[in-house]
């Protein structure tokens, strides 16, 4: 008989979240390791390290020179200024007559959220991860940053949560995070995603004033540990390159079939479970593509287009 795990100890899920808990991790097994994505992590990591011209530390005997000539970066950076002198936005129009009044509510709409959230400055990171690696990921959500402030009152200090942040956005997502179903060629069409996985990794304590009030329907936030010893989980196994004495790994997992969910799983205790609380109920996340790969969810960048002749520069 297999032994049980120590998490058990201080938190034993009922059957639906233990079911949840494995379908989740199962899944992002699955996504984390197809071929198609452990392919295209080696050519992110070459791309980011051409656009940035990284040059290796010399050895002390090395005669000849590791001189890297710039070029990716320097048409990469021109690319971008050309798509930025654009200034690409969504137009909101009435498709009739009769959306015309509804089409101006949405357009001030609009305006207003792309101001409060800096949508220059999100649009701009997420066409520069578009060119660099091929494929860019933009989450469009509401956002909710909780933190804690303090203040004197009476000559007593208070303390307080507040929000940081209270409002629609659009967040690029950095593309080592963000894991899709792996039979996926786009976001919608015949081969749309069916779910896919956002990965955090939080420092415990903002995990925990986080994940409080209404972020913790379930009450369940109290047994997340920070990772560590890998005998202590059951799904959950710590990742290599965290703090594993202070940091959480966080999972939220979207699906729109075959059914609809928002989960959220830290460290091998589920958070949450319920429907997509967005009224469109598809995967909040769009993509944007520089050289669209045939039958491929990702796309090709300028690095990999300019590898070979980026080498011969050099």
């Known amino acids: ?18 079911k949840l808990l494995k379908m ?37 005997d090395a005669w000849q020179s590791n001189h890297y000539v710039p070029l990716t970066t320097a048409i990469v950076e021109t690319a971008l200024a050309e798509m930025e002198d654009q200034n690409t936005k969504p137009l ?12 101006s509510v949405m357009k001030r709409i609009y305006e207003f959220t792309w101001d409060v959230a800096d949508g220059n400055i999100q649009a701009f990171e997420v066409k520069k991860d578009t060119l660099i690696l091929g494929t860019a990921i933009g989450q469009e959500y509401y956002r909710q940053d909780l933190r804690k402030v303090k203040d004197i009152v009476n000559d007593k200090e208070v303390e307080e949560l507040v929000y940081g942040y209270d409002d629609c956005m659009m967040e690029p997502v950095r593309l080592w995070d963000f894991f899709v179903d792996e039979n ?34 379930l009450k ?23 703090d594993t004495s202070k940091q959480v790994e966080v999972l939220w997992y979207w699906s729109k079939m075959p059914e609809d969910w928002l989960i959220i799983c ?27 790969r045939p039958h491929s969810f990702y796309g090709k ?14």
Not at 186 to 210: H, L, N, Q, T, V
């Open 24 to 60: 989740v991790y199962d899944r992002y097994w699955a996504m984390k390791n197809s071929p198609d994505r452990k392919k295209m992590e080696k050519v992110w990591d070459k791309s980011m390290e051409q656009w940035e011209a990284h040059r290796p530390d010399r050895q002390t």
């Open 220 to 242: 369940n936030a109290k047994y997340v540990k920070p990772g560590g010893d890998i005998n202590y989980y059951e799904f959950y196994k710590p990742p290599t390159g965290i």
């Open 184 to 217: 996926a060629r786009s976001f919608d069409g015949p081969y749309s995603a069916r779910d896919c996985i956002r990965r955090y990794i939080m420092d415990i304590e903002d995990f925990k004033i986080y994940f409080q009030g209404d972020n913790d329907p």
């Open 1 to 18: 008989m297999a032994k049980e795990p120590k998490i058990r100890q201080s938190y034993s899920p009922n059957d639906k979240e233990r």
């Open 92 to 103: 909101i129009l009435a498709r009739s007559k009769e959306d015309e009044p509804k089409a």
């Open 301 to 314: 960048g300028e690095p990999e287009l300019l590898e070979s002749i980026q080498d011969e520069m050099n």
């Open 266 to 292: 830290a460290n091998d205790v589920l958070v949450r479970m319920g429907p997509n609380p967005y009224k469109h109920k598809e995967l909040p996340f769009a993509r944007s593509v520089d050289i669209k």
